[in-house]
């Protein structure tokens, strides 16, 4: 393969940015365009070393830098790799990297030296997606679970399924095709039981997979409530700063404002919604219309209601929208004397929680609520689970398949049809570890990559 360089720090000034260059030419590269102030020549570099020196294009000094070199095998990609740490201005780095492709290197694509590890069987392809994973992380939790699978938490269920599969499916071509062989009977009993276990660690790995898409991408949220319930104050409230206007007149909201706000490991996309009640006001109205599309197109709802105040006609309308929908009813105001009707919220929601937005109190409650709604427990990320479509689709195909071969079995048909059906399950584990994969499979994973990753 060519030798490939790119800048792999962010496209921003910095304290320092880094030049990648991997592959068979990449010292060779390196030598070219860095001279060294304490060792003879770049070429004698053991593998995990560094030198001081100059960065330059032929006799333009470029900056003062630090080479380190990794030599092949025992690198990330597998291959020769020089990484040049210089200042990290934008200029200075690209200046270096412009340097290093007049020297030998071509230009990388993206996500093309994770590519290289992933080809020359330094990870596998669960790992790989693992990496972008870990860049893309914005809590504890998700790093964590990024980390896990980087280490090969779904790699090894894989293999430990595909493995039996083998197994059984060596054992039914045996004992079929080679019937007058003193060759074991495969029984229909013992062969669903152990189809069974498959089954489930494989499900396993995809039972949660919407609840880890939901707190990888965030859910869509959106207040909802009668007017001066206090939706504008709960959503500065999540948000941690005076995003919407709020006033004691009714009706101050009229178009929707929108903020990505945390609670915990959670990411909510929150969308502050005009007050939804009965008005001539044609401006009023359309920002109401807005509001209930934006609402019913939501993973989320938050109804807010009033518990200074007796449930209204626009809170029993509010009700009967969202109280089928997935839905969090708020009850705000609890720093005052509360006249609501609570038990008619409670029978008509989900999850009810009490809280004062202006009293900047009870977020730990609702993010409660929003955890057991999305079935979010506080050990999910300490279990394997699949992080993108593409795994989803491999384990629920293999899942498929298993399912058609206890079928099979449970309807008395012949072992034949059996085994073409585990065949397909094993097909589908060797294309979620990538042993099995399309050229075009692997460049759609690798074009999610960053350049220089």
């Known amino acids: 393969m060519s030798t490939i360089a790119a800048v792999s720090t962010p496209n921003a000034p910095g304290g ?15 030598e070219k365009i860095f001279r060294p102030f304490n060792v003879k020549s770049v070429s004698e570099m053991p593998g995990y070393t560094c030198a001081y020196g100059i960065a330059h294009d032929d006799d333009e000094r470029i900056d003062d830098c630090i080479l380190t070199i990794f030599r ?10 020089a990484e040049i740490s210089c200042h990290g201005g934008l200029y200075v780095s690209r200046k270096i990297l412009r340097a290093a492709l007049k ?32 860049i893309s992380a914005k809590s ?7 980390e896990f699978l980087r280490e090969g938490a779904i790699f090894r269920t894989a293999e430990k399924c595909s493995g039996r599969l ?17 060759i074991p009977e495969v029984e229909p009993d013992n062969l669903r039981e152990e189809l069974y276990e498959i089954r489930s660690e494989l499900y396993s790995l995809i039972r949660n997979y919407d609840s880890g898409r939901i707190i990888r991408e965030g859910i869509s949220a959106a207040i909802v409530g009668r007017p001066n319930v206090g939706k504008s104050t ?9 995003r919407s206007i709020v006033t004691d007149i009714a009706g101050t909201t009229r178009d929707a404002v929108e903020e990505t706000v945390r609670l915990g490991d959670i990411v909510l996309r929150l969308t502050d919604t005009a007050g939804i009640h009965e008005t001539e006001d044609i401006i009023e109205g359309k920002g109401i219309d807005i509001a209930e599309k934006i609402a019913q197109n939501s993973e989320l709802i938050i109804a807010v209601f009033d518990g200074n105040c007796p449930l209204t006609e626009d809170d029993f309308d509010l009700i009967n929208k969202f109280k089928n929908k997935n839905s969090i009813a708020v009850i705000n105001k609890t720093d005052l004397e509360q006249t609501i009707d609570s038990e008619y919220i409670n029978n008509n929601f989900i999850q009810t929680v009490y809280l004062s937005a202006k009293d900047n109190s009870g977020s730990d409650e609702l993010k409660a609520a929003i955890e057991k709604i999305f079935n979010i427990s506080p050990d999910f990320f300490a279990s394997a689970t699949a992080s993108n479509e593409r795994q989803r689709s491999c384990i629920s195909r293999a899942v498929q398949n298993i399912d058609s071969a206890i079928s099979a079995l449970d309807n008395g048909e012949f072992l034949d049809a059996v085994n ?10 060797l294309e979620l570890t990538g042993k099995k994969i399309t050229e075009s499979v692997v460049d759609e994973v ?8």
């Open 16 to 30: 320092i940015a880094v030049i990648r260059i991997s592959g068979e030419g990449a010292i060779e590269t390196a």
């Open 103 to 134: 020297n030998g290197a071509e230009n990388a694509e993206a996500g093309e030296f994770t590519k290289r590890a992933f080809l020359n069987g330094k990870i596998d392809l669960t790992q790989a997606e693992a990496v972008m994973d870990i």
């Open 234 to 242: 709960l959503f500065n409230c999540l948000s941690g700063f005076e």
């Open 140 to 146: 504890e939790a998700e790093l964590n679970n990024a």
């Open 446 to 453: 690798f074009s999610h990559f960053c350049v220089g990753k």
């Open 72 to 81: 092949s095998p025992h690198s990330f990609t597998g291959e020769d790799v």
């Open 166 to 182: 083998l197994y059984l499916l060596s054992g039914i071509a045996a004992w079929t095709d080679y019937p007058d062989e003193d």
């Open 420 to 429: 073409v059906v585990l065949d397909e399950a094993e097909q589908n584990l």
